[in-house]
Nanobody
Framework: QVQLVESGGGLVQAGGSLKLSCAAS????????MAWFRQAPGKEREFVAA????????STADSVKGRFTASRDNAKNTVYLQMNSLKPEDTAVYYC?????????????????WGQGTQVTVSS
């Protein structure tokens, strides 16, 4: 089991940038696929981005492709989400998630460990 704690959320104007961090504890972090999901008020949780345990494979949702980038530093047990050109529709609670194994998936039910979430608010 991996314990996850997100940070870096906040209020930003449209067009701005934020970088989210997710600190993990647990010896299985370096062998876990890490992902970011988000949930806006009144909407279902949706996939944002995922990265394989060595960082060689990534997957990004079409809605954020070209603007958001997932990365990881296994030496620091941390995964990041760089968010550029933010839009008001990116406003949501962002969650970090982990799953064992090598397969990068976009389905939330494949991920067994979750952080508590961090709020991102983009003003117009």
């Amino acid at each position: 089991q991996v314990q996850l704690v997100e940070s870096g959320g906040g209020l930003v104007q449209a067009g701005g940038s934020l970088k989210l961090s997710c600190a993990a504890s647990g010896r299985t972090f370096s062998s876990s696929v890490m992902a970011w999901f988000r949930q806006a008020p009144g909407k279902e949780r949706e996939f944002v981005a995922a990265i394989s345990w060595r960082g060689g494979r990534t997957s990004t949702a079409d809605s954020v492709k070209g603007r958001f980038t997932a990365s990881r530093d296994n030496a620091k047990n941390t995964v990041y989400l760089q968010m550029n050109s933010l839009k008001p529709e990116d406003t949501a609670v962002y969650y970090c998630a982990a799953r064992s194994g090598a397969v990068v998936t976009t389905t939330q039910y494949d991920y067994g460990s979750w952080g508590q979430g961090t709020q991102v608010t983009v003003s117009s």
